[in-house]
């Protein structure tokens, strides 16, 4: 089959490898449409494996249901899921290819309005929704009793993919949300729930966030967690908490500045219910993850079926997997604002070998 992995360091290339191996507990989907993520481009600056297939975001046509399988979803069902991006320790993990295995739990049918380009965009964003809001940070469920008093909740990065699912989850958590984004985004996140929008580039954006909020935010997600947003969001936050502040980032805390308020990092691979190895640290299984990512798919499911949750906006891409090395490119170059690039597999050329140029992305830390 054809697929997108690292042929050499920072290099991602359309190759043609063998067919994935069914396994019990997982589900195998023939893909429609895959959707890139800023971790695509982690993967090809050097977290990813060399053979490794790459890409985390799905949507397609079930094709087989392992035996072990408790997820009710049979073949021919149209589904969106999530799958473990460049996995050092199974290469055949990985969405962008022409097939995927999914593990058991992490995928839903798609609504009958909705496509699978759509619903190819969903799969990073829910699992790592259910970890920060949910798991880590104990906000309500949507449905539950929504939290009291109305706590502002901070979401940086409001315009990216997981940013803008935040908003919804926050707000239907009954949290008021309040975000940062470029002008040119401010009424998408609108759209989404947000009550308040700052620009991030404002040199007062700290102190405008620390007025409207009257210094009272005790619940932030960092969708972009750098040492630049890290900053804004530390002198946006009370100066002396009467509370325990929640923050929550996806990368690293070693840049964290404030010794007064913890930042925790998640990993939205530990949901999968396996042991891996990434970043040269060793993860083992944790199957309290596991069975919350199970809970929270199956929620989110519903939310989306009855309109509750909207997905991000798209920006369809020519090539099919031909053209996804083009797509991480442009992530790295900082072409990529408010949409997320789907990738229809239909269209990619069976004769077709694309190799991208060496990509060169941000950095990990080594601390999780």
Same mark, same amino acid.
Not at 68 to 91: F, I, M, Q
Not at 121 to 141: D, F
Not at 344 to 350: M, S
């Given at each position: ?31 429609? $449409? ?7 481009? #982690?993967?090809?600056? *050097? ?19 392992? +035996?072990?399988?408790?997820? #009710?979803?049979?073949?021919?069902? #149209?589904?969106?899921?999530?799958? #473990? ?11 962008? $290819?022409? !097939? ?19 619903? $190819? ?12 809001? !949910? ?7 949507? *449905? ?7 706590? &502002?909740?901070?979401? !940086? *990065? ?15 958590? *009954?949290?008021?949300? =309040?975000?940062?984004?470029? /002008? ?10 947000? +009550?308040?929008? &700052?620009?991030?580039?404002? /040199? ?13 935010? !005790? ?19 009370? +100066?002396? /908490? ?45 199957? /309290?993850?596991?069975?919350?990512? =199970? ?49 229809? =597999? ?5 004769? %077709?070998?694309? %190799?991208?140029?060496?990509? %060169? ?8």
């Amino acid at each position: 089959m054809k697929a997108i992995i690292i042929k050499e360091h920072g290099v991602p290339t359309l190759a043609d490898i063998k067919e994935q191996t069914m396994r019990p507990d997982y589900i195998k989907v023939k893909n429609v $449409a895959l959707a890139l993520n800023p971790t695509d481009l #982690h993967h090809t600056s *050097g977290a990813g494996r060399i053979g490794g297939i790459i890409g985390c975001d799905l949507s397609g046509i079930v094709e087989e249901v392992g +035996e072990e399988c408790k997820t #009710h979803v049979k073949k021919g069902d #149209h589904v969106y899921g999530v799958c #473990h991006g460049a996995n050092l320790s199974s290469e055949e993990d990985g969405a962008f $290819a022409e !097939y995927a295995l999914i593990r058991d739990g992490h995928l839903a049918r798609i609504p009958e309005n909705m496509s699978f380009a759509d619903t $190819a965009t969903l799969g990073v964003g829910i699992t790592t929704i259910g970890q920060s809001l !949910y798991m880590t940070m104990k906000l309500p469920l949507p *449905g539950e009793e929504p939290i009291e008093d109305a706590p &502002f909740f901070l979401v !940086y *990065g409001g315009s990216s993919a997981t940013g803008t699912l935040a908003i919804q989850y926050a707000k239907l958590s *009954g949290c008021r949300v =309040v975000t940062t984004a470029s /002008p040119e985004n401010f009424e998408l996140v609108k759209s989404r729930g947000a +009550e308040a929008v &700052f620009d991030y580039h404002e /040199p007062k954006c700290s102190r405008l966030i620390k007025e409207y909020t009257n210094g009272e935010i !005790y619940y932030v997600l960092d969708c972009v967690s750098t040492e630049s947003s890290y900053k804004l969001i530390a002198d946006a936050l009370p +100066e002396t /908490p009467r509370k325990p502040v929640q923050v929550v980032t996806l990368l690293p805390t070693d840049a964290w500045p404030r010794k007064d308020v913890s930042a925790t990092a998640i990993l939205a691979y530990t949901s999968f219910g396996k042991a891996f190895t990434k970043f040269g640290i060793d993860f083992p299984e944790i199957r /309290p993850h596991f069975e919350y990512g =199970v809970m929270f798919w199956k929620l989110s499911q519903k939310l989306l079926a009855e309109g509750k949750i909207k997905p991000h906006p798209i920006a369809l891409r020519k090539g099919g997997l031909a053209g996804i090395p083009g797509g991480i490119a442009e992530h790295a170059e900082g072409k990529v604002r408010a949409v997320k690039l789907v990738y229809r =597999v239909d269209e990619t050329d069976k004769g %077709q070998s694309s %190799q991208g140029a060496p990509i %060169q992305g941000p950095e990990l830390g080594s601390k999780w």
